[in-house]
């Protein structure tokens, strides 16, 4: 008889034991839960379809807001679908898998992670169903692969294009239509202006006659106080810094700016030193070449024609005193991610060494100025010829109003972002996933065997896009989708869902869109976590470690007590 012998830890096959010749070979360590099959699909598709379900009440612009207590206390109010899932703390391995769909389509272009959530979360369901119809999960995985492929294709056929360099006006309709479903909505019409603005502002074209921009040339600032119509943009950098010195002027116009990453301040040694005084006039000299290599430094700041000078690191006292003697305003303490952005709106560049600083390293702003904002001192560099980078500063009510409209406005600044890359969009609504669905049904019909259901499934799971939105709306989502149907069958291409005014209308008309680049994106995503929950069939999760137990006696050397009871960790 061969036995084999697994180190204990190791993973195993199955929770039980096998018998052989009377003897039990234990293949799992005891207390490892493993499930496999059918079991294991139906748990994971439950697990994945419940958190869609928890998110489905939030989108659209009638959707719900969720309030969220993490361990802390903290409270967060957001309809944000990536918010939401982070939140949320989900346990289950596949449920965290949505989660990942969520950060994904986040990451890659900021907007529609609610819909790849509950896309997502439809597939498996339609899957499940195939699956009780003992439908292998390859031949539904292959089926989806075709109907992703032809959405795609789908997508693209339909999109509208546009020419940036003529016309923007799509652009504000995405932002605002981006801002409609958020807590921020009664403010999108200002807001979208202000979000268009500001990526135009940090958009560069490219050789190939393309644009690229990137969000984080937007900095995002918040003071709680006033209200979200005070929020503005600035073309410059806010700096949630105060000026160092009381003798420095509040205000600098025509300002030549030097971005420094050095300390300015005298090196301390890396090994401690030890001097020995024996004359007091030693001690006198040893504190003036102190003072004179702190001057030497202001000096060669002077000679570049600098007034202002922003300092990554710390700034010595003493050199404080320097520069206000020499009108030279200062700034100590920048974070890294502000003095790159300050490079790019100021044109200047960052020196690491004071010796290396020039004329030709300087930035400009027509205007630095320490502005008293709420219960805080901000310092405010604007009026720059040719801004890289721009500030949003956003006023609210309350904070947790501040933190979602941040959210929001990063959504929007993505979906602007989207299309001045990829200047193609779709109406919304439900119109483009309406539309997908209408044809991807006539194109399986061109496909044999059970892949065909695979696709039609596929198709279904598009159209709950439209339903979600009815419900939120309160309608009623089987005489909505009937209608949609019919119009998207007789050739209306974009006839969606007008939430507010709960009737199927023509969405381009209605000035709602979305970008292709988020569309296709959340096909994607829908499909390839889809796939990957289908093709596991079985589960294996080991125990989890627990303390061991007291040994007799207590704790050792006397000390008393035994282990605290603190349970699994």
Known sequence: MLLFALKEGLLNLSSTSTQASGVPI?????????????????N????????????KSAFGPKGMDKLLVDNFGDVT??????????????????????????????????DGTTSAVIITGELLGHAEELLNKNIHPTVI???????????????????LSFDISKSQEYLKK??????????VAEYKEYLGDMVVKAILEVAEKQKDGTYKADVDDVKVEKKTGESLSSTKLVNGIILDKEIVHSGMSKRVENAKIALIDASLENDKPEMDSKINIEDPNQLALFLKQEEDMLRDMVEKISATGANVVICQKGIDDMVQHFLAKKNIVAIRRAKKSD???LARAIGGKIASNINDLSPKDLGYAALVEEHRIG????????????????????RGGTERLNNEAERSIHDALCVVRDLVQDP??????????????????????????????????????????????????????????????????????????????????????????????????????????????????????????????????????????????????
């Open 424 to 569: 193609k969009l779709v109406a919304g609504g439900g119109a483009s996933e309406m539309e997908m669905a209408i044809n991807l049904k006539k194109y399986a019909q061109t496909i044999r065997g059970r892949e065909q259901l695979a696709i039609i499934a596929f198709a279904e799971a598009l159209e709950t896009v439209a339903t979600a939105l009815s419900e939120n709306a309160g309608l009623d989502a089987i005489d909505i989708l009937a209608e949609l149907r019919t119009r998207h069958e007789k050739g209306d291409t974009w006839a969606g869902i007008e939430a507010n005014s709960g009737k199927i209308q023509d969405m381009t008309k209605m000035n709602v869109y979305d970008p292709v680049a988020v569309k296709r994106q959340i096909i994607k995503s829908a499909y390839e976590a889809a796939s990957l929950i289908l093709k596991i069939d079985n589960v294996i999760a080991s125990d989890k470690n627990k303390m061991p137990p007291a040994p007799p006696g207590g704790m050792p050397g006397g000390m008393g007590g035994g282990y605290p009871d603190i349970g699994e960790y």
């Open 26 to 42: 234990l293949v799992l360590k005891e207390g490892t839960n493993s499930s496999r099959g059918r079991e294991a699909q139906h």
């Open 141 to 159: 995985v292959d089926g989806y692969r075709k109907a992703s492929e032809k959405a795609l294709e789908i997508l693209d056929k339909i999109a």
């Open 44 to 55: 994971n598709i439950t697990a994945a379809k419940v958190v869609a379900e928890s998110v």
């Open 77 to 110: 109010i957001t309809s944000d679908g990536r918010t939401i899932l982070d939140e949320m703390d989900i346990q289950h391995p596949v449920a965290k898998m949505l989660v990942e769909v969520a950060k994904t389509q986040d990451n890659e272009v900021g």
């Open 339 to 341: 003095m790159e952005k």
């Open 174 to 183: 995405a932002a605002i239509t981006s801002l409609s479903s958020k807590l």
């Open 375 to 394: 219960d805080d001192k901000m310092t405010f560099i604007e009026g720059c010829k040719n801004p890289k980078a721009v500030t949003i500063l956003i």
